[in-house]
């Protein structure tokens, strides 16, 4: 369960710790619902570990656990060279928390009509000060309406939008009283309005299903899926002072693993899965052909014709039903 340890090296979730509570929940922390399988790595960083670690080659929880417990690991904690590297080859830029407190703020600011609901800052210092009071909702509006609101972060990396156990850039671990992601700021608004377990682990289900986010790179992927979870774990504590029930957790997996997805989001599929220049057997009246294929969604720029496999998210409101994310982008 959460650890107890300070500083940068405390941020670390290792996989080991989450297999350790149940071998079910990494499995879901892997899964990619629209395909089937597992997330893949979408990087080369890996692959000197060998064929497993490959580009296109699934995440499994033996290549990340045990003797190989230390491999995926955060921005932060990373070498130089290799954060220089992804910047490069992946644009791959990470958000100082005061920044994303900022710009979440202005989110809130637009929802309330108010300012310094949750924090007050100090943009001189690039520093935060949290509320302590109760959150008033405006008129019109009450705690159950902001938790049901719905939000998301494109192209997340650790999701620092949505979870701030720690300052991505600096590694420094942020208190549970002090943070300021999208999903801290509903869980501390379902906190503050319920008392049982019961009602907080409803209301906290209901805050999940209305957080989102994507992203290119697999082990991000897993490192954003796994703040996320241990946030949970982290609240309950907080409020209750005990660990939640396994079976909670592997829930709250589970709604994770649909609403933090892998996905290219300038085309809505899954990454490198468009076929381009790719030979391929038709039937024609004349017999088998070979024919090249090429992807016209990549080849006219038009985001509803591609070839690849189009990522689906659960409409969790609506009978928990399968849709196509590019269906929610209006034309």
């Known amino acids: 369960m ?4 300070t500083g940068p090296s405390c941020i670390d979730i290792r996989e080991d710790d989450l297999s350790d509570i149940s071998p079910e929940v990494l499995a879901t922390l892997l899964r990619d619902h629209t395909t089937g399988r597992n997330i893949f790595w979408a990087t080369h960083d890996y692959e000197a570990l060998g064929t497993m670690y490959d580009y296109h080659s699934e995440i499994l929880p033996e290549l990340i656990t045990g003797e190989h417990g230390m491999v995926i690991r955060p921005r932060v904690l990373k070498s130089k060279e290799n954060q220089t590297d992804r910047a490069k080859d992946m644009a791959e830029v990470f958000t100082p ?5 900022a710009q979440n703020n202005l989110v809130d600011e637009a929802w309330f009509g108010r300012k310094d609901v949750f924090n007050i800052e100090d943009s001189e210092h690039h520093t935060w000060k949290a509320t302590t009071e109760r959150i008033i909702f405006p008129d019109g509006k009450d705690w159950k309406d902001y938790v049901r609101a719905t939000r998301m972060e494109m192209t997340c990396g650790e999701a620092p939008y949505l979870a701030s156990r720690y300052d991505t850039t600096t590694g420094e671990p942020i208190p549970l009283e002090q943070r300021i992601g999208l999903l801290d700021r509903k869980l501390r608004v379902v906190s503050e309005n319920t008392d049982t377990s019961g009602d907080w682990l409803d209301w906290a289900q209901i805050a999940f299903m209305n957080i989102y986010g994507f992203e290119w790179q697999g082990d991000n992927l897993l490192l954003a899926r796994e703040a996320l979870l241990w946030t949970f774990i982290e609240y309950y504590q907080a409020k209750f ?4 029930l396994v079976k909670s957790i592997n829930y709250i997996a589970y709604i994770v693993s649909w609403n933090l997805w892998q996905m290219d989001g300038l ?7 468009c076929k381009n220049g790719v030979t391929e057997k ?3 009246l004349f017999g088998e052909e070979e ?3 090429n992807c016209p969604g990549c080849q006219q720029e038009d985001l509803r014709r591609h070839n690849g496999t189009y990522c689906l998210i659960r409409d969790w409101p609506n009978n928990k039903k399968k849709i196509r994310f590019i269906d929610l982008i209006k034309r």
């Open 291 to 293: 024919q090249i294929v």
């Open 2 to 5: 959460p650890e107890k340890e």
């Open 282 to 284: 038709i039937q024609t």
């Open 97 to 101: 928390s005061w920044v994303c407190n």
């Open 267 to 273: 085309k809505g599929v899954v990454p490198d899965s």
């Open 241 to 244: 002072g005990k660990a939640p």
